[in-house]
């Protein structure tokens, strides 16, 4: 089992920055793990953010925030982040942490590839 607890979400203005936090308990990771940011509106699926391979380092951004946000990790402290700059109005949604066991060759971009989920956070980004 994997738990994971997110935070930094909130309310900015548009053209500023949140840094999120996702702090992963519970297991050893694997070489072949992976950690991701997906986020969702009412009425939509859950979308792809980012991910990060656990070993590596290798990074995979959406299109829509390729440039303005960057995903990180600390591998000593089992914590991903997600820092968000240059928000806009369309990337408020809640932000959820995702942990995939063993990533294959199916990648990291699908939701469905992922083991564990965090309780999401709210990021709100006003005009």
């Known amino acids: 089992q994997v738990q994971l607890v997110e935070s930094g979400g909130g309310l900015v203005q548009a053209g500023g920055s949140l840094r999120l936090s996702c702090a992963a308990s519970?297991?050893?990771?694997?070489?072949?793990?992976?950690m991701a940011w997906f986020r969702q509106t009412p009425g939509k699926d859950r979308e792809f953010v980012a991910a990060?391979?656990?070993?590596?380092?290798?990074?995979d951004y959406a299109d829509s925030v390729k440039g303005r946000f960057t995903i990180s990790r600390d591998n000593a402290k089992n914590t991903v982040y997600l820092q968000m700059n240059s928000l806009k109005p369309e990337d408020t949604a809640v932000y959820y942490c995702?942990?995939?066991?063993?990533?294959?060759?199916?990648?990291?971009?699908?939701?469905?590839?992922?083991?564990?989920w965090g309780q999401g956070t709210q990021v709100t980004v006003s005009s």
């Open positions: 995702a942990f995939d066991t063993y990533v294959t060759d199916r990648g990291v971009v699908g939701s469905d590839e992922y083991d564990y």
């Open positions: 519970g297991r050893t990771f694997s070489l072949y793990a992976a």
């Open positions: 990060i391979r656990w070993s590596g380092g290798r990074t």
